[in-house]
C-alpha cells in the first residue's frame, strides 16, 4: 500500500457523495462515481459543474484547473467499474445499517485486495458495518462536513485498523488539504460531531415541543458565536431527512425516548420539505431570511 492514493471509487452520490468527489477532484485524484440511481449520477455531475463555475468565478480555482478536474471524474454504470483498480472506496448511502452492509459485501467482493474501505457515515461504527467484509483491517470511518467548501474533516479508527491503514488514510485526508480530527477509538458519532449532535437533538427538542422558533434560537446563536447561520440553518444544509436518518439511528441504538426524532420532525418531512435540496426546510431557498442583512436585529416572528 506504499504512495498516496490517487483513485477513488465514491459509491453513493447524494448530497455528500457529490461534495467528496468534488473535493477529491480539485486534489488530483482520479474519481469513480457510482449510484444505483442513473437520475442522482445526472444530478451529482451537474452540482460539480455549478460547483467548478462558481469557485471560478470566487477565483478560487482558475478555468484550466476546473477542466482537469471534471476530466478527473468518471460516471460508472456499475459497481465493478467504479471499483477498478481502486486505492479507496467510500461509501455514501443513506445512514441505514442493513444497506450499508449489504453495499459494504458487495465492495469487499469486488474490489482488488488493496482497496481501503470506509464509510461516510456520521452515526454508524465502520466495525458494525465490517462485519459482512474479509478487509477488515483496511476499513475505518470518515465524516467530512462541507467539503466543497470547508476544510473539516473526521476519522475514526475500529479495533480492526492497521497501522499500515491508518497512515494510509492520513495522508489521503491531507492530500485534500484538509483539517483532520482524529478518533482514536470507536464511539457513536465521532467526537466533534458528538457535540453537534448534542445541540441539534436540543434544538429539535425545543422546536418540536413548540419553546422556540428556529430563527429565534438561530438568531441567539449567531449573535452569541459570530456564525453567518444557526443550528437550524446547520440542519436544512445536511437535509432534514438525513437528519432523521441520524437521529433515528441513535434511538435505535439507545431506546431512549429521548433519542427519539421528534413528530414535528417527521410532519416536515412528510410535506417534502427537506431543506436547501427541496426549496425549504426551516427557511425558504435559495434565499433564506438567515442571510438578510437585518435577520439578527428584526423583532421575533411569533407564533409559527
Given at each position: 500500500?506504499?504512495?498516496?492514493?490517487?483513485?477513488?471509487?465514491?459509491i453513493g452520490v447524494g448530497t455528500q457523495g457529490a461534495q467528496i468527489a468534488y473535493r477529491c477532484a480539485?486534489?488530483?485524484?482520479?474519481?469513480?462515481?457510482?449510484?444505483?440511481?442513473?437520475?442522482?449520477?445526472?444530478?451529482?455531475?451537474?452540482?460539480?459543474?455549478?460547483?467548478?463555475?462558481?469557485?471560478?468565478?470566487?477565483?478560487?480555482?482558475?478555468?484550466?484547473?476546473?477542466?482537469?478536474?471534471?476530466?478527473?471524474?468518471?460516471?460508472?454504470?456499475?459497481?465493478?467499474?467504479?471499483?477498478?483498480?481502486?486505492?479507496?472506496?467510500?461509501?455514501?448511502?443513506?445512514?441505514?445499517?442493513?444497506?450499508?452492509?449489504?453495499?459494504?459485501?458487495?465492495?469487499?467482493?469486488?474490489?482488488?485486495?488493496?482497496?481501503?474501505?470506509?464509510?461516510?457515515?456520521?452515526?454508524?461504527?465502520?466495525?458494525?458495518?465490517?462485519?459482512?467484509?474479509?478487509?477488515?483491517?483496511?476499513?475505518?470511518?470518515?465524516?467530512?462536513?462541507?467539503?466543497?467548501?470547508?476544510?473539516?474533516?473526521?476519522?475514526?479508527?475500529?479495533?480492526?485498523?492497521?497501522?499500515?491503514?491508518?497512515?494510509?488514510?492520513?495522508?489521503?485526508?491531507?492530500?485534500?488539504?484538509?483539517?483532520?480530527?482524529?478518533?482514536?477509538?470507536?464511539?457513536?458519532?465521532?467526537?466533534?460531531?458528538?457535540?453537534?449532535?448534542?445541540?441539534?437533538?436540543?434544538?429539535?427538542?425545543?422546536?418540536?415541543?413548540?419553546?422556540?422558533?428556529?430563527?429565534?434560537?438561530?438568531?441567539?446563536?449567531?449573535?452569541?458565536?459570530?456564525?453567518?447561520?444557526?443550528?437550524?440553518?446547520?440542519?436544512?444544509?445536511?437535509?432534514?431527512?438525513?437528519?432523521?436518518?441520524?437521529?433515528?439511528?441513535?434511538?435505535?441504538?439507545?431506546?431512549?425516548?429521548?433519542?427519539?426524532?421528534?413528530?414535528?420532525?417527521?410532519?416536515?418531512?412528510?410535506?417534502?420539505?427537506?431543506?436547501?435540496?427541496?426549496?425549504?426546510?426551516?427557511?425558504?431557498?435559495?434565499?433564506?431570511?438567515?442571510?438578510?442583512?437585518?435577520?439578527?436585529?428584526?423583532?421575533?416572528?411569533?407564533?409559527?
Open positions: 500500500m506504499a504512495g498516496i492514493t490517487q483513485k477513488v471509487a465514491v480539485v486534489s488530483n485524484k482520479t474519481v469513480y462515481l457510482f449510484d444505483v440511481s442513473k437520475e442522482i449520477l445526472g444530478k451529482a455531475t451537474e452540482k460539480i459543474t455549478a460547483w467548478l463555475d462558481d469557485h471560478m468565478k470566487k477565483a478560487k480555482i482558475t478555468k484550466r484547473e476546473a477542466d482537469l478536474a471534471f476530466k478527473r471524474i468518471h460516471v460508472c454504470s456499475t459497481l465493478a467499474n467504479c471499483l477498478d483498480d481502486a486505492d479507496l472506496a467510500i461509501e455514501s448511502v443513506p445512514e441505514d445499517l442493513e444497506l450499508k452492509r449489504k453495499v459494504w459485501a458487495s465492495i469487499d467482493e469486488i474490489a482488488p485486495a488493496k482497496t481501503l474501505l470506509t464509510t461516510n457515515s456520521s452515526s454508524l461504527r465502520s466495525s458494525e458495518i465490517a462485519i459482512v467484509t474479509k478487509r477488515k483491517d483496511r476499513t475505518f470511518n470518515v465524516n467530512f462536513s462541507f467539503p466543497v467548501d470547508d476544510y473539516l474533516v473526521e476519522v475514526m479508527w475500529n479495533s480492526d485498523t492497521s497501522k499500515e491503514t491508518k497512515v494510509k488514510a492520513r495522508q489521503f485526508l491531507d492530500s485534500l488539504h484538509m483539517v483532520v480530527i482524529e478518533t482514536k477509538r470507536e464511539i457513536k458519532g465521532f467526537t466533534f460531531n458528538r457535540v453537534w449532535r448534542a445541540i441539534k437533538k436540543e434544538c429539535l427538542f425545543l422546536y418540536g415541543n413548540g419553546y422556540c422558533n428556529p430563527d429565534d434560537l438561530d438568531r441567539a446563536w449567531m449573535l452569541e458565536f459570530g456564525t453567518s447561520f444557526g443550528p437550524f440553518g446547520l440542519m436544512d444544509m445536511i437535509g432534514l431527512d438525513v437528519v432523521k436518518d441520524i437521529e433515528l439511528s441513535y434511538y435505535n441504538d439507545s431506546g431512549e425516548e429521548s433519542d427519539k426524532p421528534p413528530k414535528a420532525l417527521y410532519e416536515m418531512i412528510e410535506k417534502g420539505h427537506l431543506g436547501i435540496k427541496t426549496g425549504k426546510g426551516f427557511y425558504g431557498y435559495p434565499n433564506p431570511s438567515y442571510k438578510n442583512p437585518d435577520f439578527l436585529f428584526k423583532e421575533s416572528s411569533g407564533e409559527k
